[in-house]
């Protein structure tokens, strides 16, 4: 266990100790009004549980919170905020509709509790209803109704 745990840049993130499961307190990830260089979150994949918030802050080279996909639960807010890269935040789908979350300032996917939660759910393929499919098959009818008719116009002359 490891009470409020701040990390500042790439190094200290590859530094946390990997038997680290449950933090106590909040976990701050980043820069404080200033961008940190940590773009790589999988030295802390085995965090389960955070007791406090989960803040990921300025951090200017972030494109993805994959190494979070562990987490099981979070007692306080979550923010993701001014992180200009990144773009993949569904590690945290399941923490964005509780304690009202902050998360603005970040790419496409990931700048919205909407745009996540749209970013986690499968592509679903557009499937033709039964009318579009009648009139496909009537428009086919027509063509070679239309063809059939005019070589048997040139046939009889």
Not at 122 to 142: H, Y
Request: with cysteine.
């Amino acid at each position: 266990m490891a009470q409020s745990v701040t990390l500042a840049n790439q190094n200290e993130v590859n530094n946390f100790p990997a038997t680290t499961t449950h933090i106590t307190g909040t976990l701050n990830i980043g820069g404080s009004f200033s961008m940190s260089d940590i773009m790589d979150l999988s030295p802390l994949s085995n965090i389960q549980k955070i007791d406090g918030d989960l803040n990921i802050t300025f951090n200017g080279d972030l494109t993805t919170l994959n190494g979070l996909t562990n987490i099981q639960s979070i007692g306080g807010r979550v923010f993701i905020t001014n992180n200009p890269k990144l773009r993949d935040c569904i590690a945290l789908v399941n923490f964005i509709n509780s304690g009202l979350p902050v998360i603005n300032d970040n790419l496409t996917g990931c700048n919205s509790a909407a745009e996540i939660i749209k970013a986690s759910q499968p592509a679903v393929a557009v499937v033709p209803t039964f009318s579009q499919w009648g009139l496909f098959v009537f428009g086919l009818i027509v063509l070679n109704l239309g063809l059939f008719f005019m070589n048997y116009k040139v046939l009889k002359v």
